[in-house]
């Protein structure tokens, strides 16, 4: 809304009738050219091939009335407006050949969405009427029907006139018809043959704004346009009373709307404001024209006047030129000389952008096409340091800091261009065009507003959807909230009906209570129970039996036939490593439970435990070693055997070391029954000897494979492996030793001990004895054996005397010692 406080004051009105102006600061005066093409009357243009008519504006795209295929007359629709658009018309009658995004008369280049028109060369118009009298309508319905014709600012901005139309507080209406730009000459030409018209639309804008008064503005650098407005206001009755017509000294900017508001009235238009904060409404006389054509005549926006200029077109001139043609069919028609024009500028030098695209179309704000030679308008030589002269600002009709801009421009210093009012620059090119350093200031204007309105766009955005966001959650808080009351209340209902038919009671309160006292009566006696508890030697065997179980399960899934055929030796290496893995774990899941239990049993169990590890150990590593190559395999043979070996001394000494704890252990150990303990130990060596013994035939069983076995077998070293077989036994003879040297020490540790080994059966322990020593002879033999195959090869390999003497002398020296350990026993 337009403050009071800032509208012109009628004092002000009154020095603004009395002819009196102001200046502006800054300015330049660049070189016309305007004789070009203000020499010669306008011209029609022609009827193109193709129309390319944008439909798209500013972002928005309206309500299409045609398809494709329809056939379109002059003048005729093609969009549905709303809000501050225009409608779009067809400037000439054809058949819509498409609509699709096509290149659009912009900086940009950007394509918009556009109405592709086929043109038939006929121009039929479509049926249009104006007002017979526009001074009996109401202002709304002319401002209605400059929306419906398309009507915008010819000026060059293109802003909407029916927005401008509706402003209230119109003090002062101002007719620009200036045009500073150099080269253009279109609104010149426009006064010169159509000033009666001109007037004419003057008064419909007069009538719809209702101005205190009005000004018809021109520079003086055009005579022949000021002599020809001046018969036409002396020859229409009372238009000289009603329009003040001042000529303003020739300077660029002066056309600019804030500089010539500025000239004709001394006031400043705030920053950021519209000059309809002053009560000030400005139209180009271009647009009074368009309005007159509209509001009397009918007829809508479709075609303008262009300037064709440059010393690269044969033909000069101004033109009337349809809305949507290509430019390439101005650029045929007025002979441009392809081998002499450098580029093509749309609009004047000094405000106009360049377009290397000639198949886009001319558009309602294309008020020039310039193409100049080398020699007309030289390259522009090339950009160097600010020298901090000043003249930018001295030019600047915004009284701006261009020195300033341009450092924050080039740093993208965002909040100090704000700081600095960059949105105030006109973008008119006065500091750049007297710039000694050759600086394009106002293009490093130009991309730091895009980068500014990017920017805010953005932030925009991000608060729009934060805003979004705390209203969701405000609301599924609201919701929340709302439930829980609504549940609050309906619980209260349903107690209250509860108690009124259960006489005050309330049954699932009540419920509830007994049910939460009974699960925590059921946890308090659970809880001593559990803590006083242990597990039976039931449990405990049956755990046992699981990992045990377990244990086996595991080893056969590592033995799979997929990983014996891997690389032996990896396999071997592996499933030692697994059958490791397996022991351990075994005892470690039998140990807690064992500790528990009885300790008759937990001793059977653990023998049991051990003699079915080395069982499966060997049947695991059967297949591996079988397959393997018979040099490695038999040292891994070797190797296994002295781990098992190993092992089994490594489990009697811990037995041995269980028998030497505290007296608590003394006593635990005494209360086992003497008579079984005994033949579990018996049972126990009798299973590991037997162990030993199916090793060894598993060795000699590995030398009796078919013949290529044999004569891998023969390959190796016969002295070598002799060396290797009687070593073995002597490491198997002396574990052997240990085991009965532990056995005896075992047997003379306390007097508890000897009284157990004497209440144990005589006749089953001889039975024992002669088992055992049955046992070991069976395995010295069996281990003598081993020697003859490695020795006896079918090829050319001898026997060795010395080797065959030493295996006897072992085997002899086994012999005795067996039987003396079955003696000890």
Not at 156 to 174: D, P, V, Y
Not at 264 to 275: R, W
Not at 583 to 610: G, L, N, Y
Request: glycine fraction near 4%; charge should be neutral.
């Amino acid at each position: 809304m337009t403050q009071k406080s800032n509208l012109l004051s009628d004092k002000k009105l009154e020095q603004i009738a009395a002819g009196k102006m102001w200046d502006f600061h800054g300015g330049v005066h660049p070189e016309q050219n305007k004789l070009q093409s203000n020499q010669s009357a306008i011209t029609d243009a022609g009827i193109p091939e193709e129309l390319i008519i944008a439909v798209e504006q500013k972002g928005h795209i309206p309500q299409l009335l045609v398809e494709v295929g329809d056939t379109v007359l002059k003048g005729q629709p093609l969009t549905k407006v709303y809000g501050a658009l225009v409608v779009q018309h067809a400037s000439s009658s054809g058949v819509v050949k498409a609509i699709e995004p096509r290149t659009d008369c912009h900086p940009s280049g950007l394509p918009v969405l556009s109405v592709v028109i086929e043109t038939d060369g006929l121009d039929r118009p479509f049926p249009t009427q104006g007002f017979s009298d526009y001074r009996q309508e109401m202002p709304a319905t002319l401002i209605e029907a400059s929306q419906q014709a398309g009507i915008v600012g010819l000026g060059g901005a293109g802003f909407a006139t029916h927005l401008k139309l509706a402003h209230r507080e119109n003090r002062l209406l101002i007719i620009n018809a200036i045009e500073c730009e150099p080269y253009i000459t279109a609104d010149d030409r426009l006064i010169q043959e159509h000033a009666d018209e001109i007037i004419e639309g003057v008064n419909i804008l007069q009538h719809i704004l209702q101005p205190k008064l009005t000004i018809f503005a021109i520079e003086d650098n055009k005579p022949e346009a000021i002599e020809a407005f001046t018969k036409s206001l002396q020859s229409i009755p009372g238009a000289a009373d009603n329009i003040l017509l001042r000529v303003i000294p020739t300077r660029y900017p002066s056309g600019s709307a804030k500089q010539l508001i500025e000239v004709l009235t001394g006031e400043q238009t705030p920053i950021n404001k519209h000059s309809s904060e002053l009560g000030i409404s400005m139209f180009n006389v271009g647009t009074a024209f368009a309005v007159k054509e509209a509001i009397i005549n009918g007829k809508p926006l479709v075609s303008r006047i262009v300037t064709i200029t440059g010393d690269a077109f044969a033909r000069k001139g101004n033109a009337s030129v349809r809305i949507g043609t290509p430019i390439q069919h101005l650029l045929d028609t007025y002979w441009l000389n392809a081998l002499h024009h450098q580029q093509l500028i749309i609009g004047g030098p000094m405000m106009g952008f360049t377009v290397s695209d000639p198949s886009m179309p001319v558009t309602k704000t294309c008020n020039c096409i310039l193409a100049p030679t080398e020699k007309e308008l030289p390259q522009p030589e090339s950009e160097m340091n600010c020298i901090r002269c000043s003249e930018c600002a001295e030019a600047c009709p915004v009284e701006l800091l261009p020195q300033q801009l341009l450092w924050y421009s080039q740093s993208e210093d965002h909040k100090k261009l704000e700081e600095y009012d960059l949105s105030s620059c006109i973008e008119c090119g006065a500091c750049a065009f007297v710039c000694p350093s050759h600086i394009p200031l106002v293009e490093y204007y130009r991309v730091s507003k895009s980068q500014i309105k990017a920017a805010k766009f953005e932030a925009e955005k991000a608060a729009i959807a934060r805003k979004r966001h705390e209203d969701r959650e405000l609301r599924l808080e609201t919701e929340k909230q709302q439930r829980q009351l609504k549940h609050k209340l309906a619980a209260e209902k349903r107690k209250q009906q509860m108690q009124d038919k259960n006489g005050g009671e309330d049954l699932v309160a009540a419920a509830l209570a007994r049910a939460k006292a009974k699960k925590q009566a059921n946890s308090e006696a659970e809880a001593p129970a559990e803590s006083n508890s242990k597990p039976t030697a039931a449990n405990s065997q049956v755990a046992a039996a699981i990992a045990r179980a377990k244990a086996k399960k595991q080893g056969a899934t590592e033995s799979t036939p997929a990983e014996s055929e891997t690389d032996p030796k990896k396999a071997a290496v592996a499933a030692a490593i697994a059958r490791a893995k397996a022991k351990k774990q075994a005892a470690a899941e039998s140990a807690p439970a064992e500790a528990e239990t009885d300790p008759k049993k937990a001793a059977v169990a653990a023998a049991i435990a051990r003699a079915k590890a080395k069982k499966q150990a060997a049947a695991e590593s059967a297949p591996v070693d079988t397959e393997a190559d018979p040099k490695k395999a038999a040292v891994a043979a070797a190797v296994a055997r002295a781990k098992a070996k190993k092992q089994a001394a490594a489990e009697a000494k811990g037995q041995a070391a269980t028998s030497d704890t505290p007296d608590n252990d003394v006593k635990a150990e005494a209360e086992v029954d003497p008579k079984k303990a005994a033949i579990a130990a018996a049972v126990a060596r009798a299973k590991a000897k037997k162990q030993a013994a199916a090793e060894a035939n598993g060795q000699a069983a590995t030398s009796d494979t078919p013949d290529n076995d044999v004569k891998a077998e023969s390959e190796v070293d016969p002295k070598k492996a002799a060396i290797a077989a009687a070593v073995a036994r002597a490491k198997a003879k002396k574990q052997a030793a240990a085991e009965a040297k532990e056995q005896a020490v075992t047997s003379d540790a306390s007097e508890n001990d000897v009284k157990v080994e004497a209440e144990v059966d005589p006749k089953k322990a001889a039975v024992a004895a002669a088992v055992a020593r049955a046992k070991a002879k069976k395995q010295a033999a069996a281990e003598a054996k081993d020697q003859p195959p490695a020795s006896k090869s079918d090829d050319t390999t001898e026997n060795n005397p010395a080797d065959d003497k030493k295996a006897r002398i072992a085997a002899a020296i086994a012999k005795a010692k067996a039987k003396k350990q079955a003696e000890k026993d």
